[in-house]
């Protein structure tokens, strides 16, 4: 069976940090791409971080540029996203998701999806 489980959520203060670990079974990391995603109540799931295998190309939603890291041991087959300067605005259930098709900006065919981490950013 294929599992993506995510870990690393918790609670932090505005400005604190966090890492996100997403480790797989039964499925690679090493091809296609790879992503970490989230959804805050009352909103779509939006695109965080994601690395194309196609060409290495790594992509950050804007509000997140400068202050989240996406990377990804394939020895482990785990991804992480390393989030420093926290706002309360990144309060969210985090996904990561391995795509079965990439067509840029987030936007493609998702092949696994994990559970979701929950991340609460308070003032």
């Known amino acids: 069976d294929v599992q993506l489980q995510a870990s690393g959520g918790g609670s932090v203060q505005a400005g604190g940090s966090l890492r996100l670990s997403c480790a797989a079974s039964?499925?690679?990391?090493?091809?296609?791409?790879i992503g970490w995603f989230r959804q805050a109540p009352g909103k779509e799931r939006e695109g965080v971080s994601c690395?194309?295998?196609?060409?290495?190309?790594?992509y950050y939603r804007d509000s997140v540029k400068g202050r989240f890291t996406i990377s990804s041991d394939n020895a482990k087959n785990t991804m992480y996203l390393q989030m420093d300067s926290l706002k309360p605005e990144d309060t969210a259930v985090y996904y990561c998701?391995?795509?079965?098709?990439?067509?840029?900006?987030?936007?493609?065919?998702?092949?696994?999806w994990g559970q979701g981490t929950q991340v609460t950013v308070s003032s």
């Open positions: 998701a391995k795509y079965g098709r990439y067509n840029g900006n987030f936007y493609g065919d998702f092949d696994y």
């Open positions: 039964g499925v690679t990391f090493d091809d296609v791409a």
């Open positions: 690395i194309s295998r196609a060409d290495g190309s790594i």
